[in-house]
């Protein structure tokens, strides 16, 4: 019984542990107020975010309805929202969506951004290259390494220090003190608007394309931006930060169930499916009973905690295979990378009709079905799961 209840509560328990020990802040308004300073990685969410003092020595993970960043990021920033400013330095990467998005700051990384409405304002330098996409996009500023966007209207009015490559599905335009020093490769229905006091360095070459009337082009013209929107991008940020809090505090015994998951995937995959349908049974069968309803109430809560467990090892399964099978490695590996390709896999995977909903069910049956097994192995006392 005792093994039971441990077993039940790391399952139960493990998800606010890992908030406490990576500075995870949650609620309707989450704050970090200006001269304070957080030392290493901060997961911030809620309704309205105001990050307005520093995050040092690590990266900042962020996402909610309002979200201000004012503060420095000593790392990566990545965040989502339906309004979202970033206005403080980030030291890296910047990986932002959201419904209206303002950039104002430097970024000594890249930057990958996708917004309804996206503003990089006069002041802001990009010193890696720029991957952005949306709908009225403004790029002042500089880009110290080039630029790829995809939108509907795109103004540039600020220094590409390189190339710039445009996919506009109404208009480009190119205003008075705009300088592209590279060469400028836009796609558009129309020539743009150039401005004879704006600069192009190289040539400028124009392919006229046609859109569909929403503006989309075919997703085969692999502007993957042009249809990322902000609560896709909230979903799988979500997702990762509970991923990567999952690897960072159990990444040996995580390891070990995906090289099981891996090498029995049909015999897990089969467990899962069963588990999935039978235990629900169990349930309504105990619960029926007056004095089963106590055990029928604990079996559907380590239930439940067994799905949500079972969709965040889904990712870190997904990505560690994934890995392993491009780079052809001898073992397995967990770190952040293979966390955010497991996330994306699995994330662009559901928008494939049919294939990707058949794959994300396999997946998640092998997931239920491998967490199930060394949770048994564990309340038989049994060290060795492999």
């Known amino acids: 019984m005792k093994k039971i209840i441990a077993a039940f509560g790391i399952i139960i328990m493990a998800f606010p542990a890992f908030a406490l020990a990576a500075n995870f802040q949650a609620g309707p308004s989450s ?3 200006r001269g304070e300073s957080i030392q290493g990685n901060l997961y911030s969410a809620g309704g309205n975010v105001s990050i307005l003092g520093n995050v040092e020595d690590g990266d900042l993970y962020t996402a ?11 790392n990566d920033l990545v965040a989502a929202g339906g309004t979202v400013n970033i206005l403080g330095d980030v030291g890296d990467d910047l990986r932002v969506a959201g419904g209206n998005v303002t950039i104002g700051s430097k970024i000594s990384g890249e930057l990958m951004a996708a917004g309804g409405q996206l503003n990089i304002v006069s002041g802001t330098e990009i010193m890696g290259m720029a991957k952005i996409g949306g709908g009225d996009i403004v790029l002042d500023g500089t880009f110290n390494d080039g630029i790829q966007a995809a939108g509907e209207t795109i103004t540039i009015n600020g220094s590409i220090k390189g190339n710039a490559d445009i996919t506009a599905t109404k208009k480009l335009v190119v205003n008075e003190g705009a300088s592209i020093e590279g060469d400028l490769n836009y796609k558009s229905p ?3 608007d150039i401005s004879n006091g704006a600069t192009i360095g190289g040539k400028s070459n124009f392919q006229e394309a046609k859109f ?3 503006g989309r082009k075919n997703m085969a013209d692999g502007k993957f931006f042009s249809f990322l929107g902000a609560w896709w991008f909230a979903q799988s940020l979500m997702l990762f930060i509970a991923a990567l809090l999952l690897a960072h505090f159990y990444r040996r015994r995580l390891l070990d169930m ?5 090498s029995n995937f049909g015999k897990e995959t089969l467990r899962g499916f069963l588990i999935f349908l039978l235990v629900p049974v169990l349930v309504f069968i105990l619960a029926v009973s007056v004095l ?5 109430f604990f079996v559907l809560a380590a239930y439940a905690a067994l799905i949500i467990f079972a969709s965040i ?3 870190i399964l997904v990505g ?6 491009i780079y052809k490695a001898q073992e397995f590996r967990l770190d952040w990378k293979t966390v955010l390709l497991g996330v994306l896999i699995v994330q662009v995977f559901r928008y494939i009709p049919f294939v990707g909903w058949l794959f994300d069910l396999v997946v998640f049956m092998a997931a239920i079905g491998t967490a199930s097994f060394f949770i048994w192995k564990f309340l038989k006392g049994t060290r060795d799961v492999a």
Request: charged content about 20%; hydrophobic content about 50%; aromatic content about 12%.
């Open 190 to 192: 129309v020539a743009a």
């Open 320 to 325: 560690s295979w994934s890995y392993r099978k």
């Open 64 to 74: 909610g309805g309002n979200v201000t960043v004012a503060g420095n990021v000593a």
């Open 313 to 315: 090892f889904k990712p």
């Open 258 to 262: 995906v090289e099981r998951a891996a």
């Open 292 to 296: 089963f309803f106590l055990p029928a």
């Open 212 to 214: 569909s009337r929403d």
């Open 31 to 33: 704050a970090v107020a």
